[in-house]
Structure formats: C-alpha cells, structure tokens
C-alpha cells in the first residue's frame, strides 16, 4: 500500500475519531420552572377524638337495595372539620388522603370487617354524592384554608351492595386519612 495513502487514511481516522468525541452544541428545547410553599404545623380535625371520627349510618332494610350490585342506601353526611390550618401564604388547600387495608382493591369502597357481616360495603361520597374510589382517587375533596385558618371537607358514608342479594347483618369498616396541603 501507498505511504501517502496510509497516512491520510490515519489522520482521517484520527479527524473523525475527533469528532465524534467533540461536544454537540444544541439550542434549548424548554425551562423546568420549579416552584412551592413552605407552610406551618398542619390543621387540627375539631370534630375528632384523638383524630378518630365516628359516622353512624342508619340502619336499612334489605329491601331498601335495588337487587343489584352497586345499589346504595343510607348516605349519611359527615365533614373534617379543620381548625389552626397555616394562613400564610394564603390560598393554600387542604385535602384528606385515604389509605389503608380495609380498602377494596378492586372497586375502592371500604371492606365490611364485622363477625356477623353482612354482604355490604360501605362507599364514600363527596357533598354532592359522587362517588369516591379510594383506589384510583385518593385525595377526592379539596378545601382552601380560609383567612382565620379554618377549612371544612364534606363527604357521606353510604351502605353499597357488594352482591345483588344483601342480606342481614353487621356493617363496620374503617379507613384512615392524612391531611395534604397544595
């Protein structure tokens, strides 16, 4: 082979070895803007004993149900009512964050955990009766913290057939809640 040939064949490799190797220089595609809040100590639940609240639903007839699953009966309303939220900054919401094992993987409504059970659960609402999924939406009612640091979170606890023939029994479930702040 040629000596001319082989030395420029080694600085073209060299050149593109270079190359490659060499910075890209690209515009920007965007910014990440990032932002937050600080806020004070959490709100305190005023309707709760040692932050446990009770919500009684009315007893029902069997018959009160549809004869199918998913029939409900028995909404109950009830709220957390928050006191000694943090005001500042202003405008900051406050939702409660449902977890737990007495959660229903499939369909989100709280297990019936009583000895003599029935075959219902028991299903959370929103104020206006919308139906909650604990599984898929977790923190399903927000509430701004108002300017004396009170916010309230309306819900109802309803009886739900889990089979289309319900039957006598006890009904107990429960679930637990953390408070969220946006």
């Excluded at 606890?157 to 969220?180: C, F, I, P, R």
Aim: proline share 5%.
């Amino acid at each position: 082979m040629n000596p001319k040939s082989t030395l420029l064949a080694t600085a073209l490799a060299v050149a593109c070895g270079a190359l490659a190797l060499a910075p890209v220089a690209n515009a920007a595609d965007g910014t990440i803007s990032i932002t937050g809040k600080v806020i004070a100590p959490t709100c305190s639940v005023s309707n709760a004993t040692a932050g446990n609240l009770p919500v009684k639903l009315p007893a029902v007839l069997t018959s009160a149900f549809s004869g199918s699953v998913g029939s409900t009966t028995g909404a109950t309303p009830f709220n957390l009512a928050l006191t000694g939220c943090p005001t500042n900054p202003s405008g900051v919401q406050v939702a409660a964050q449902f977890s737990g094992t007495g959660i229903n993987t499939t369909d989100g409504n709280l297990i019936n955990t009583a000895a003599s059970g029935s075959n219902v659960e028991v299903q959370l609402t929103n104020s206006a009766g919308t139906a909650i999924n604990l599984n898929t939406t977790p923190t399903p009612v927000t509430a701004t913290i108002d300017a004396s640091g009170n916010a309230t979170l309306n819900y109802q606890a309803q009886y739900y057939a889990a089979v289309a023939a319900v039957t006598a029994g006890a009904v107990q479930a429960s679930v637990q809640y953390t408070l969220t702040y946006q």
